[in-house]
């Protein structure tokens, strides 16, 4: 049973830094490219970033050179750094596994960029 469980999400005043994590479990993390994806408030879902097994990255437009993914496929874990966040960055942040919206997704961490 795929699990994935995201973690770090709060509140944030514009031009901060936040680092999400995901926990994923029930499948061979390693051979997966993984993603986040965001669903901000009365709007569907977006894509925001992918890895593949091999570390390969890519990035929407709206957060290309702001956010960063990484994994650490030893430790089955996903990351997303966001660096110089903006108010319209604000959204329920999901891990995915599979390439952009993926085919499964976690129960989402919630990301508020705020004065």
């Known amino acids: 049973q795929v699990q994935l469980v995201e973690s770090g999400g709060t509140l944030v005043q514009p031009g901060g830094s936040l680092r999400l994590s995901c926990a994923a479990s029930?499948?061979?993390?390693?051979?997966?490219?993984m993603s986040w994806v965001r669903q901000a408030p009365g709007k569907g879902l977006e894509w925001v970033a992918s890895?593949?097994?091999?570390?390969?990255?890519r990035y929407a437009d709206s957060v290309r050179g702001r956010f960063t993914i990484s994994r650490n496929s030893v430790k089955n874990m996903l990351y997303l750094q966001m660096d110089n966040l903006k108010p319209e960055d604000t959204a329920v942040y999901y891990c995915?596994?599979?390439?952009?919206?993926?085919?499964?997704r976690g129960q989402g961490t919630q990301v508020t960029v705020s004065q």
């Open positions: 029930g499948f061979n993390f390693p051979i997966f490219a």
């Open positions: 890895i593949s097994p091999g570390g390969t990255t």
């Open positions: 995915a596994k599979g390439q952009n919206t993926g085919d499964e």
